[in-house]
Every structure is written in structure tokens, then in C-alpha cells.
């Protein structure tokens, strides 16, 4: 965790102060459990309130929550550092589905919504293809780009489904092999690649360059033609053809 930055949300809640620590490893911000729940019922004890609250979801065996929970070092009004129980996202999201407040209100209604739409596309997946084409439409990116970027996201799938008919099975393992086509072409693992950039949560791919897209692109249509041909198996093997994938990419970049 040496790498976390503390961050400070201000503008989450109604604008009130939900203190968060970001851990670069796991990409996944954790907040204040006892900050959220301030906000949402506006107890002048937060401290007391999640103790009965995880005292009352013990007594109804649901205490899968409070066993969630992580101690991180939050800065208090006092300028000092305090161990404080803290969420991540999914966690904070069931918080405020188990605290009874009328301001929790709009929140639950908002995650009922969510999950209507999931329900959706489950019987038409189009639906979430659209929903992603208003998204990147919102962000400014023209059709043509949205098209090549949902292209690479089947390529994408492509490469994973070939790594798994060679012995890839476990989420590290495709993260190893995907650091080394990064490593190989931009001298840089996707983590460091995306600290480079100054993101965190965001897409890497949706903050790339043309060049950039095509060039990581490239490297992964390199390797999945690779390994579909040298048939690697296990996860020694695969990074060696990852690396020969990247390195496709490397001379093309070189030659740009």
C-alpha cells in the first residue's frame, strides 16, 4: 500500500467530505465507512451508529459486510492519522442498501434502477451495446472511433479465448501475459502505463492516441495469430509468444 494516494471526495454525498485512500494495486478506491454513514443519517455519533449497525446485522447474520472491511490510515479533523474502517465500492454500495435514512433513499432507487437495466440486456444484450455507444458519444469520441473500439474489444475477447485453450485460466495469468505485450512494445506494464496517463479507475484503451490503439492492438493480434500457430501451453510458454506479440508492435513503433 505504499504506493496509495489519500484522496479527499468532496463532492460526492451533497458535496459533504467522504474521506478515501486509493490502492494503486488492487485499482480500487476504499472509503470511509463512518463518513458515508454521517451523510446519510445525519447522527451526530457516526461511530456509534455503525457499531449498533454491525452489532444488529451480527444479530441477523449479516455480518458478511463489517468482515469486509479494511483499517486504512484516514487523516481526521485534527490534522492526525487514525485507523478507520473503510469500503470498497461494492461494500459502500451495500452500506447504504442497509442503513434505514430517508437520504439513503435516492441511492437504493438509483441501484434498483442499475439492476433493472443489467436484467435488460441480459435478454437483449443490444441494449448494452447501445448504452456503451451513448456513453462514448457523450464523451466526444466520433463513430468511427467508437467502431474500432468496440472491434478491439472482440479482438480482445479473441486473445483470451486463445489463452485459455492454452492453459490460461487464473485472472493474474492474463494479466501477466497482457503486461508483456505492453512491456515488450511501450517499455511500460499497463499499471505503469495508465499512471503515466495520471488515471486510475478510467479505461486505459479510452485514453490512448490513434497510434497508441492500433499499436496495442496490434501487438495482441500478433500474439493471438502466435499462439494460435506455436500452440504454447501454461503460463511460461505464453509469455514467451506475449513478448514476440508485443515486439511486432515494437518495430512498428519503431518504424513510426
Not at 34 to 40: E, F, P, S, T
Not at 42 to 58: F, Q
Not at 116 to 133: G, Q, T
Amino acid at each position: 500500500m505504499e504506493n496509495n494516494k489519500l484522496e479527499t471526495i468532496s463532492k460526492l454525498f451533497e458535496d459533504k467530505e467522504i474521506r478515501s485512500v486509493w490502492d494503486s494495486e488492487k485499482e480500487e478506491y476504499y472509503f470511509s465507512v463512518v463518513d458515508v454513514i454521517g451523510v446519510l443519517t445525519e447522527s451526530t455519533d457516526s461511530n456509534d451508529y455503525w457499531y449498533r449497525l454491525k452489532k444488529r446485522m451480527k444479530k441477523e447474520e449479516k455480518s458478511e459486510l463489517s468482515t469486509k472491511c479494511r483499517q486504512l490510515k484516514l487523516k481526521s479533523k485534527d490534522g492526525k492519522f487514525y485507523s478507520t474502517d473503510t469500503l470498497d465500492t461494492k461494500g459502500i454500495l451495500r452500506l447504504i442498501e442497509s442503513v434505514p435514512s430517508p437520504k439513503a433513499e435516492p441511492f437504493k432507487l438509483w441501484l434498483a434502477q442499475m439492476g433493472k437495466e443489467r436484467i435488460d440486456e441480459v435478454f437483449d444484450p443490444e441494449l448494452a451495446v447501445n448504452r456503451a455507444v451513448d456513453y462514448y458519444r457523450a464523451k466526444g469520441y466520433d463513430d468511427n472511433w467508437i467502431k474500432a473500439r468496440l472491434t478491439g474489444v472482440v479482438d480482445r475477447r479473441k486473445l483470451t479465448d486463445v489463452w485459455k485453450e492454452n492453459g490460461i485460466t487464473k485472472d493474474y495469468e492474463y494479466g501477466i501475459l497482457t503486461n508483456e505485450i505492453y512491456q515488450e512494445w511501450s517499455g511500460m506494464k499497463a499499471s505503469q502505463y495508465k499512471e503515466y496517463k495520471g488515471l486510475r479507475k478510467e479505461s486505459l484503451r479510452d485514453n490512448m492516441t490513434d497510434i497508441e490503439v492500433a499499436l496495442t492492438d496490434l501487438g495482441e493480434i500478433a500474439t493471438r495469430e502466435l499462439a494460435k500457430e506455436h500452440k504454447p501451453y501454461g503460463l511460461k510458454e505464453n509469455r514467451k509468444v506475449a513478448k514476440m506479440g508485443g515486439h511486432a508492435a515494437k518495430v512498428a513503433r519503431d518504424d513510426i
